[in-house]
């Protein structure tokens, strides 16, 4: 039995999918007007490891995840510059080729990070059409307004706003103090934003309104029906979303349909650096490439993620990576030489597995799981096929170390003889000579009861 925490109920709920043959999941993608960095990543692994457990409870599953190339604002909310107009000018560069360069990059992340693809990777400015169309429907049952700068959502007009994020418009706009233009309400926020007259912009599209660009939270309604429909099973993104962009997006999908586009919320906590917000002007905005350039291997990055529930907060150091690094290369190392799986497996702690990944993605629980089967009196065939079933969960790349020995360079493998020999006439001198050259060949050796045991120095 699956159970999820639904941000929208507050409540930890059995997964009852609308149909049962197919769950549709939308999780919010990457704005490619920069580089994703980790704290991005953390919301992509959990989005994984959420597809990666449907999948093993034996769901198909239709997995959407936008890309925002339009629209975002760097507020979040309606104020401030377009995200890729502030890109342009850094960078000298077309809206559509910043697009296209960190889309690409976005997906290097994602496979250095084992996340599987999703089916569909829907672009805000190839959706245009559905946006406007569906801003017309909220339009139609009454929802929209027009001011001399775009077309606006009331949102004191719709009676479920804030049921998200729990606070009412009326609460929101209590404790506002921002200027509010033309805005009726505070809370209200823009389907469409009419262009500069002044100014050209690259990306700007006709509309029934005039020439402009559509919202924010517009694309991510509008894209999840047009693949999902009008109501699917899930929703992710992180926490930051709760109160803005996914409230706005509940909104619009209530205002077209009225009904809920997603039946359930997910929201993953925040990745934190120096326990409090990443930013480039601290200098501790850190992206995959960092990590690779430091020398790391993004999969302990992968580690470190599943080490923290996703909706606690985790802090990110560096000391706490070389932690996680350490205990992957450990595991990876460790099943080498174990022999290929069998048919026969360790029920027991598939099921605790099972248990703890069902009960809202308790990876911290699956981790310490993992490594009671290590430590456990199972044959190491049982191991390996319990191990791998783990694997297709977890991510950790460990199908390419189970029962996997090294393949090392023939002079390795006589430095190795040599060793034994002298070990049996109790020359240990000589034996910690040749240990010597072989580490500086790349590899440490464990002194194992029957055996030499050679670990690959990774860096
Ligand atoms: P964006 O590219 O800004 O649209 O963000 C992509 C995803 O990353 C969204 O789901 C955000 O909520 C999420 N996100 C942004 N910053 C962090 C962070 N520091 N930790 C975890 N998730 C984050
Ligand atoms: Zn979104």
Redesign the pocket.
């Known amino acids: 039995m699956l159970k999820l925490y639904n941000t929208l109920t507050r409540d930890k709920e059995v997964f009852r999918p609308i149909n049962k043959e197919k769950v549709g999941l939308y999780a ?4 490619v007007y920069w580089y ?1 960095h980790i ?2 990543m ?2 992509f692994i959990f989005s994984d490891l959420l597809h990666r457990t449907l999948s093993y409870n034996g769901y198909e599953v239709d997995f959407v995840m936008n890309i ?1 190339d339009v629209g ?1 604002l760097t507020d979040d909310g309606d104020d401030g510059k377009d995200k890729m107009i502030v890109a342009m000018q850094r960078e000298g560069k077309t809206a559509f080729e910043i697009a296209e360069f960190y889309t690409n990059s976005f997906f290097d992340d994602i496979e250095r990070l084992n996340i599987l693809s999703a089916n569909t990777y829907p672009k805000a400015t190839d959706h245009i059409e559905d946006q406007i169309k569906m801003i017309q429907k909220i339009e139609k049952n009454g929802f929209a307004y027009k001011t001399t700068d775009g077309v606006y959502f009331d949102t004191f007009k719709l009676k479920e706003y804030g049921i998200l994020s729990g606070q009412k418009a009326e609460e929101k706009k209590a404790g506002a103090r921002v200027d509010m233009k033309e805005k009726r309400n505070n809370t209200d926020f823009a389907l469409w934003k009419l262009s500069d007259s002044e100014s050209k912009r690259q990306m700007e599209w006709n509309s029934p309104w005039g020439k402009g660009f559509p919202g924010w939270h517009i694309e991510c309604s509008a894209m999840s029906i047009k693949y999902l429909g009008q109501s699917f099973d899930i929703h992710t ?5 709760v109160s803005v962009h996914h409230e706005n997006e509940l909104a619009q999908s209530m205002g077209a349909n009225s009904v809920y586009h997603a039946q359930i919320w997910m929201h ?1 906590e ?3 650096v120096d326990n409090g917000k ?1 930013s480039k002007s601290l200098g501790n905005l850190f992206t995959v490439k960092d990590l690779i350039d430091k020398k790391y291997d993004p999969i302990a990055f992968r580690y470190m993620v599943l080490g923290a529930h996703y909706r606690t907060k985790l802090n990110f150091t560096w000391e706490a990576l070389e932690a996680s690094e350490n205990a992957l290369f450990r595991l990876q190392d460790l099943v080498r030489d174990w022999d290929k799986p069998g048919v026969d497996t360790c029920k027991e702690l598939e099921d605790e597995f099972m248990d703890a990944i069902n009960n809202d993605l308790d990876t911290p629980k699956t981790l310490a799981i993992v490594w009671k089967l290590i430590d456990s009196d199972f044959s190491s065939s049982e191991k390996a096929g319990t191990l791998l079933k783990f694997n297709s969960i977890l991510g950790l790349s460990l199908e390419n170390y189970i029962a996997k020995p090294l393949f090392v360079s023939e002079e390795v493998n006589v430095l190795i003889k040599q060793r034994a020999l002298v070990r049996k006439e109790k020359d240990w001198k000589k034996s910690d000579l040749i240990r010597n050259q072989i580490e500086k060949l790349g590899y440490l050796v464990e002194d194992m009861e029957d055996r030499q045991k050679l670990i690959e120095i990774r860096k």
């Open positions: 919010c993608g990457p704005t994703a704290g991005n953390r919301s925002t975002h993104g992180g926490i930051d979303h993953n925040f990745l934190t990443m």
